[in-house]
């Protein structure tokens, strides 16, 4: 991460390494510090033209003066790359300059497995789309990706393996959620088949997005498996491109007791979370042109059959990387492989 007084950026650190391949875009995350102060924010790259940035004006930027950069395309990138970033304030304009390597991912069968050895910063694992990832330790002094809960938010995304990957294999992953932070509206869980959100210019951030979701998602029973493709709403304020293949609950006795709290008795409207906080639960999704199955149990008992099955599921996206998504809330990522299954 690079830090100074005006600003983040959360997923170049100078000198390091940064992976790409996850997506066509190489999306660049962070925050401006005293935002009320600065008027803009530009980037260039590699000593190419200025280019706007956008602050805070987009759902997916939850904190104030967060900004995203998506005008950056992985083409663009070389061995060793120099971003400069210019803030003008009413005091004038700063300059802060970053140089980093790019390295990319390698291409091929659909193998991956998240390794903390000899890592230091995150974008040397993933590729980040959205949101302040760490790599950390829980009070074990396990290592983890995580997401604190000063940073949660609208989905915190981050994506792993080939843009290319398209189907035939099996994602295990051992997630815990420490806090949920916002009432009535929170998921994590799995991506598959990601595809870059909708591009802006420079002025904008859009979160039209497109990705299949493996996932557990309060407001609906519980678990979930749902494509979506180029999902917004439009002129009517509808919401179009989710298809949902499958939900269930997880917790058929959570669900009903959140069911007679909100709908019978009228006491609230936030759900009674069916995951708990500070509980490892490990997800199973495995991608087959015949079924996709998804598989979700706390750490340290059997596993079950899957909850989720869908048979010849419809590729609604042919192709795209794998990664995790976290929306309000905080989570720590222990384990996330992924491995081809022959069909």
Not at 27 to 32: A, C, T
Not at 218 to 237: I, M, Q, T
Request: proline share 7%; charged share 20%.
């Amino acid at each position: 991460m690079y830090e100074s007084n005006e600003l983040e950026v959360w997923n170049l650190t100078p000198g390091g390494t940064a992976i790409f391949g996850a997506q066509k875009i190489f999306n660049i995350v962070g925050r401006v510090r005293h935002n009320n102060k600065i008027l803009t924010l530009h980037y260039s790259l590699n000593k190419g033209p200025r280019n706007p940035v956008n602050i805070g004006n987009s759902p997916r930027m939850s904190g104030p003066g967060d900004f995203g950069i998506d005008t950056i395309d992985i083409g663009d990138l070389q061995d060793e790359n120099v971003l400069d970033l210019y803030v003008t304030g009413a005091n004038g304009t700063s300059h802060h300059s970053i140089q980093f390597f790019a390295k990319p991912i390698s291409d091929g069968l659909p193998y991956f497995k998240l390794d903390f050895d000899d890592v230091n910063n995150v974008e040397e694992i993933g590729q980040v789309i959205d949101g302040r990832w760490l790599i950390s330790k829980d009070a074990a002094g396990r290592p983890c990706l995580e997401i604190r809960p000063q940073d949660a938010g609208y989905d915190r995304l981050i994506g792993f393996g080939s843009r290319n990957w398209t189907t035939g294999y099996e994602i295990n992953a051992l997630i815990t959620v420490t806090h949920w932070t916002a009432r009535g509206y929170f998921n994590t869980g799995l991506t598959f088949k990601w595809n870059p959100h909708l591009r802006g210019d420079g002025t904008c951030l859009p979160a039209q997005w497109s990705t299949g979701l493996a996932y557990y998602a309060a407001k609906c029973p519980g678990l979930r498996l749902r494509f979506g493709v180029d999902v917004h709403w439009n002129s009517a304020n509808e919401k179009v491109g989710s298809y949902v293949l499958q939900e269930t609950h997880y917790s058929f006795w959570r669900r009903w007791a959140g069911f007679v709290r909100n709908e019978i008795f009228r006491i609230g409207n936030n759900p009674i979370t069916q995951l708990l906080p500070l509980v490892p639960y490990r997800f199973r999704l495995v991608v087959q042109p015949e079924a996709y199955r998804l598989t979700v149990w706390e750490d340290g008992t059997p596993e079950p059959e899957p909850q989720l099955i869908v048979p010849n599921p419809t590729d609604m996206l042919p192709q795209g990387c794998v990664g995790l998504i976290g929306c309000n809330c905080a989570m720590r990522v222990f384990e996330y492989t992924v491995r081809p299954i022959n069909n």
